[in-house]
């Protein structure tokens, strides 16, 4: 910790004075200790009671370096709030606003010198990379206060792949970059671009519709997409592995159904006549899974498992295909949980072909009768609620394996139904 003495601020702040002023001095001999103590008109016999050795100095200036562009967050979150409270409910005035702010702060006193500085001498350390790094910690941390305060005061979300960490991380770095690019050449950065890039960023990310779009919808929607004039020799299989792509890449609702016959080759109106909606082509694609599922179910009980041992072969296959098809079977628990509505006849045709808790329900049934479990819940609560449990489990630790997700759900899930 620097020295709780005024003379020692004052060296710490003509040494960093020093750097500022003539940087060429500073690459070519380095940080004169006796040009600092002179600035700062104190003697040399001063300077070294308080900074016995000169990497002592050197020390504490680095660390006031990065003390002086780390943000207080009380004050920052005084600023939002004070911000938000004037230019409510004005969304672009209320980030223009803290834009402008942020920028005069950011150019004043020389902080962009200061901020080039710490970085470069901060990362020969251990300490000096934490403290660095904390540094930018709490100015990413400013920037996600303002964005949380938007999103809790209108109800507005953040549109993949943007969460509000990486939102603070990116406008962090733009201003870096675009302040850095002001210091040397202030033409290209024009007063108000900086606010103008902040808005563009922040208008491009947030959504008000709560539509779920993929931040890169428009792009693609942008791009010109080619008519398909011949139909592959398997249009089924064409679209379910052009289905399978696209929900893995933007997720099941973003998922365009018109990009998905484009990138399978099949137009759209043949497209349709197979598949009529998104969840139908998820009932295409994992009817064959399902009717393995229930294939290993009867082979099991033929000979002669007990239900028990048959539940946990189910919940191994069970895990192994979350692994194997997790696009396709993310997207089976989204349209399940919300398209109840919005797509009536898919949702009948998954409800019918890929009833997953259903395969259980006669095992489960036949452990009531046997006495292995419960009989308290019917077997078709009990088989949803097995079901569900162990695909929330696959989904929420997808760094287990599947062995390892069956195995819990065997052991706590059954061990939660089974009687004596």
């Known amino acids: 910790m620097k020295p709780a003495d005024g003379s020692a601020e004052q060296l710490v702040d003509s040494g960093i004075a020093l750097m500022i002023a003539d940087p060429q ?26 900074f016995p050795t000169k990497q002592r100095f050197l020390d504490e200036v680095v660390e006031d370096l990065i003390k002086t562009s780390r943000l207080a967050p009380a004050a920052v979150s005084a600023v939002v709030q004070q911000a938000w409270t004037t230019c409510r409910p004005d969304v672009r005035r209320f980030v223009q606003t803290l834009a402008d702010n942020y920028s005069d702060v950011a150019t004043s006193h020389d902080n962009i010198t200061r901020q080039l500085l710490a970085v470069l001498f901060g990362r020969t350390s251990a300490q000096g990379r934490r403290a660095v790094s904390a540094s930018y910690e709490s100015r990413d941390a400013a920037v996600r206060d303002a964005l949380e305060t938007v ?11 943007f969460t509000t960490q990486s939102f603070g991380t990116v406008i962090t770095a733009v201003v870096d970059g675009m302040l850095l690019r002001q210091h ?21 990310v947030l959504s008000a519709s709560h539509d779920h779009r993929h931040l890169y919808g428009t792009l693609d929607a942008l791009a010109p997409k080619s008519v ?14 052009a289905a399978r792509d696209e929900f893995g890449r933007c997720g099941y609702f973003p998922a365009r159904y018109e990009s998905i016959a484009a990138n399978a080759g099949v137009n759209l109106h043949t497209a349709r006549r197979l598949f009529p909606t998104k969840t139908h082509i998820i009932a295409g694609a994992l009817r064959s899974h399902y009717e ?18 048959i539940l946990h072969h189910h919940f191994a ?12 079977m993310d997207a089976l628990i989204l349209a399940v949980a919300h398209d109840t509505y919005s797509e009536p006849d898919g949702m009948l045709a998954i409800k019918k072909e890929i009833n997953i808790p259903g395969l259980i329900v006669p095992v489960i049934e036949a452990g009531q009768r046997n006495r292995l479990f419960t009989a308290s819940y019917s077997a078709q609560e009990l088989g949803a609620m097995l079901t569900n449990s162990l695909l929330l489990r696959c989904f929420t630790r997808r760094h287990l394996s599947p062995e390892e997700n069956a195995t819990f759900a065997s052991e706590v899930l059954l061990g939660g139904i089974r009687l004596g």
């Open 25 to 50: 001095q500073l690459l070519e001999r380095g940080l004169n200790i006796e040009r600092a103590f002179q600035r700062a008109q104190v003697s040399r016999a001063t300077f070294y009671r308080r």
């Open 151 to 161: 999103l809790s005061e209108t109800g507005a979300t953040v549109h993949k792949p």
């Open 184 to 204: 040397v050449d202030p033409d290209a950065v024009p007063e108000g671009l900086l606010s103008d890039v902040i808005l563009a960023v922040t208008n491009a």
């Open 228 to 241: 398909a004039t011949t139909v592959p020799r398997d249009p089924r299989a064409a679209l379910i592995d």
């Open 292 to 309: 393995k599922l229930r294939t290993a179910i009867d082979d099991d009980t033929l000979i002669g498992l007990d239900e028990v041992a």
């Open 317 to 328: 296959r069970c895990a192994q295909l979350v692994a194997d098809e997790t696009a396709l």
